[in-house]
């Protein structure tokens, strides 16, 4: 284990997720007890590392957007362990998208659906957004971190506009503005998730990408793809 932090944790961590003598749990421990905290992590997804705050932090998640320098309104993502915390957090998710859901993930499948009502949550949209983009990912770590520690908020570990970073190096950040980095090398390329978004429990596709429009008509025919 690679631990660069200095006296009084100023200086953010490395862990290597790739080292076996390192204990896998105690990484998604100190993960979620730096999210609880009210700090940020860098962790990988399936294709891109990632900037990752407790969605429900109003302060950690204003400064994923401020680290990459994201234009006012923009929304952070929120990654969850399973359907049955989306279901806790949202509306309309009902059996349609549930049975895309239940197909598709863990994935890359990111569906945009109301949020429920009483959320106190700010994603960056200063809660003006009727809807909120949630995946559960395919990524083992960052998954079991969010069934550990709740919804999170990611953002991209590149400045808004750029190419997401798949080395785990060179991120737009100083060493204190994070807690840890969890580090998986240099991640595969890959394709970007596919969108969805949920009406009335029928499915609009917004963009086309790992899961195809046939694939997911094979699960339901109720999706629509816009003009």
């Known amino acids: 284990?690679?631990?660069?932090?200095?006296?009084?944790?100023?200086?953010?961590?490395?862990?290597?997720?790739?080292?076996?003598?390192?204990?896998?749990?105690?990484?998604?421990?100190?993960?979620?007890?730096?999210?609880?905290?009210?700090?940020?992590i860098i962790a990988p997804l399936e294709h891109a590392y990632v900037f990752v705050a407790d969605a429900f932090?109003?302060?950690?998640?204003?400064?994923?957007?401020?680290?990459?320098?994201?234009?006012?309104?923009?929304?952070?993502?929120?990654?969850?362990?399973?359907?049955?915390?989306?279901?806790?957090?949202?509306?309309?998710?009902?059996?349609?998208?549930?049975?895309?859901?239940?197909?598709?993930?863990?994935?890359?499948?990111?569906?945009?659906?109301?949020?429920?009502?009483?959320?106190?949550?700010?994603?960056g949209d200063e809660r003006t957004l009727d809807e909120i983009s949630l995946r559960v990912p395919a990524a083992d770590f960052i998954r079991e971190v969010a069934l550990a520690c709740g919804p999170l908020a990611i953002g991209s570990a590149a400045l808004a506009g750029r190419p997401a970073t798949r080395k785990s190096k060179f991120f737009p950040c100083l060493d204190s503005d994070y807690a840890a980095i969890f580090d998986a090398g240099e991640l595969p390329e890959g394709p970007t998730s596919t969108v969805v978004s949920v009406k009335d429990d029928g499915i609009i596709v917004r963009r086309q990408g790992a899961i195809s429009l046939s694939d997911m008509r094979a699960i339901t025919p109720n999706i629509a793809v816009p003009a």
């Not at 100023?10 to 998604?28: A, K, N, P, Y």
């Not at 994923?64 to 929120?78: F, N, P, S, Y």
């Not at 549930?98 to 959320?119: D, I, R, Y």
């Open 1 to 40: 284990m690679d631990n660069s932090a200095q006296k009084g944790g100023v200086m953010g961590e490395r862990f290597s997720l790739t080292d076996g003598t390192v204990d896998h749990d105690e990484l998604v421990e100190r993960a979620v007890a730096a999210l609880r905290d009210g700090k940020l």
């Open 57 to 123: 932090n109003h302060g950690a998640v204003k400064k994923i957007h401020l680290l990459r320098q994201d234009a006012r309104g923009v929304a952070a993502q929120v990654l969850v362990g399973d359907i049955k915390t989306v279901k806790g957090i949202t509306r309309e998710f009902g059996s349609t998208i549930s049975a895309l859901c239940e197909k598709f993930w863990p994935g890359l499948l990111t569906v945009n659906v109301a949020p429920a009502q009483g959320l106190v949550w700010d994603l």
